[in-house]
């Protein structure tokens, strides 16, 4: 199992940026999958990015496509958000899985481990 630690959560203007870290340790192996939800209040949580650690492909929540870009540096997984709304407003959580079954999966419920999450705020 990983553990995961995320960073770069604050207050932001709409129409500024964030740029969201998560450190992952436990030594995932090139099956692990990685991604971010978010969940804002009174909503259920919702997929946002994913990346495929070998070969870095990548997946995103169609809505989100445009602002949002997940990358990751060795055992470094980045959110950076442009463009940001008052609809981006959520406390953010990077997860992980293992195992790649040749599509990808967005369901938090098929995501096993879990960071504490960082909480953004975009102000009008």
């Not at 770069?8 to 740029?19: D, M, N, P, T």
């Not at 959520?90 to 096993?112: E, P």
Request: proline letters at 2%.
């Amino acid at each position: 199992q990983a553990q995961l630690v995320e960073s770069g959560g604050g207050l932001v203007q709409a129409g500024g940026s964030l740029r969201l870290s998560c450190e992952v340790s436990g030594r995932p192996q090139n099956n692990y999958v990685s991604g971010w939800f978010r969940q804002a209040p009174g909503n259920e949580r919702e997929f946002v990015a994913a990346i495929r650690w070998l070969g870095n492909d990548t997946y995103y929540k169609a809505s989100l496509k445009a602002r949002f870009t997940v990358s990751r540096d060795n055992a470094k997984m980045y959110l950076q958000m442009n463009a940001l709304e008052p609809e981006d407003t959520a406390v953010y959580f990077c997860a992980g899985r293992w195992g790649w079954g040749g599509f990808w999966v967005t369901n938090a419920i098929d995501f096993k481990d879990w960071g504490h999450g960082t909480k953004v705020t975009v102000s009008a």
